[in-house]
């Protein structure tokens, strides 16, 4: 059985890397080993530098810009939606008191005994505009 050194002094934990005879301290001071980063399958040739560096804060403003187009074109639909249907509200209320008025005016004819009180009541409505008498 083979025994490792710990990562520092003091740790229960056995590392498989480091053998006994090596102290704690020249461990955590040698240098990591480079990791090679894989490329995908990009060509050495046509990797560009630049293009792999990216800037965050291109991508941040890029992602703020996106976000708030569309939050301003659900802005806009929302406000066409409340706009319509206010205006449909408002159409009906008004063509319901048309035919309110138009309804109590046309009973206020219709009670007309004979044809001299329909023209009395006409004359009555054309210089009051009421449709009943007081």
Same mark, same amino acid.
């Given at each position: ?66 976000? $708030? *187009?569309? #939050? !301003?074109? /659900? ?9 319509? +249907? =206010?205006?449909?509200? %408002? ?20 009670? $007309? *005994?004979? #044809? !001299?009180? /329909? ?9 009051? +505009? =009421?449709?009943?008498? %007081?």
């Amino acid at each position: 059985m083979r025994l490792y050194a710990p990562m520092y002094e003091g740790d229960s934990i056995l590392r498989p890397d480091a053998a006994i005879s090596v102290s704690a301290r020249a461990l955590s001071k040698a240098p990591a080993s480079a990791m090679n980063f894989v490329r995908g399958n990009i060509q050495v040739e046509a990797a560009n530098e630049t293009t792999l560096h990216i800037p965050i804060h291109a991508i941040v403003e890029g992602a703020r810009d996106l976000r $708030s *187009a569309a #939050l !301003a074109h /659900l802005l806009q639909g929302a406000y066409a939606a409340v706009t319509g +249907g =206010l205006k449909a509200a %408002y159409t009906a209320v008004e063509d319901w008191f048309e035919r309110s008025k138009n309804q109590e005016r046309d009973d206020f004819f219709a009670a $007309s *005994a004979n #044809l !001299a009180d /329909l023209e009395r009541r006409q004359r009555h409505f054309e210089r009051t +505009g =009421l449709t009943r008498y %007081y």
